[in-house]
T-cell receptor
Framework: AQSVTQPDIHITVSEGASLELRCNYS??????LFWYVQSPGQGLQLLLK??????LVQGIKGFEAEFKRSQSSFNLRKPSVHWSDAAEYFC????????????????FGTGTRLTIIP | NAGVTQTPKFRILKIGQSMTLQCTQD?????MYWYRQDPGMGLKLIYY???????DKGEVPNGYNVSRSTTEDFPLRLELAAPSQTSVYFC??????????????FGPGTRLTVL
């Protein structure tokens, strides 16, 4: 079964500084990888996803992520954070669906809470 | 489009009471999901549905039931509420799962407390 690890529970960065959130996955084949963001009191919103092709993926709000197969990682980056980026970030892995829908679902990491200092 | 809507936003239940969490989507998505989110635990899948009349268990289905009589609606039923069901519940939908978990669209959540 697939799994996702987000090793950082809480990260604090200054506004304007760069950001990298870590995500490691475990899965036997090439996974489908997602980053979601959850603002306080809100549901989750997709930032970006990787299915295949270019390993550097661009998302919304200026975020990007890089898939590194050799490291089983899919880290999220942003060159300069804004106060509005304060939120919780979830990495997720999906597996290819089967005709009997036996295993089609997302597995989420435990999340990284991002705090921005003015 | 309203997207995915959930009601109620907040609810307090007594142990043993029952309730239904409502979820509706207006995107004509085939797939719908219920998750619970506990602090430090991420999201856990409770039940999902691949279309009207078809549902299946996720990782943590005990204590819950679902039905899917229409494409739009996917209610979650708690029959005998227990303190362990105190959580935030999210409903989500996606057009398909055939590609290995399509983009899921989430509702705003229902915060449930069982006392």
């Amino acid at each position: 079964a697939q799994s996702v690890t987000q090793p950082d529970i809480h990260i604090t960065v200054s506004e304007g500084a760069s950001l990298e959130l870590r995500c490691n996955y475990s899965y036997g084949a090439t996974p489908y990888l997602f980053w979601y963001v959850q603002s306080p009191g809100q549901g989750l919103q997709l930032l970006l996803k990787y299915f295949s092709g270019d390993t550097l993926v661009q998302g919304i709000k200026g975020f990007e992520a890089e898939f590194k197969r050799s490291q089983s990682s899919f880290n999220l980056r942003k060159p300069s954070v804004h106060w509005s980026d304060a939120a919780e970030y979830f990495c997720a892995v999906g597996v290819e669906g089967r005709s009997n829908f036996g295993n089609e679902k997302l597995t989420f990491g435990t999340g990284t809470r991002l705090t921005i200092i003015p | 489009n309203a997207g995915v809507t959930q009601t109620p936003k907040f609810r307090i239940l007594k142990i043993g009471q029952s309730m239904t969490l409502q979820c509706t989507q207006d995107m004509n998505h085939n797939y719908m999901y219920w998750y619970r989110q506990d602090p430090g635990m991420g999201l856990k899948l409770i039940y999902y549905s691949v279309g009207a009349g078809i549902t299946d268990k996720g990782e943590v289905p005990n204590g819950y039931n679902v039905s899917r009589s229409t494409t739009e609606d996917f209610p979650l039923r708690l029959e005998l509420a227990a303190p362990s069901q105190t959580s935030v519940y999210f409903c989500a939908s996606s057009y398909s799962m055939a590609a290995g978990a399509d983009t899921q669209y989430f509702g705003p959540g229902t915060r449930l407390t069982v006392l």
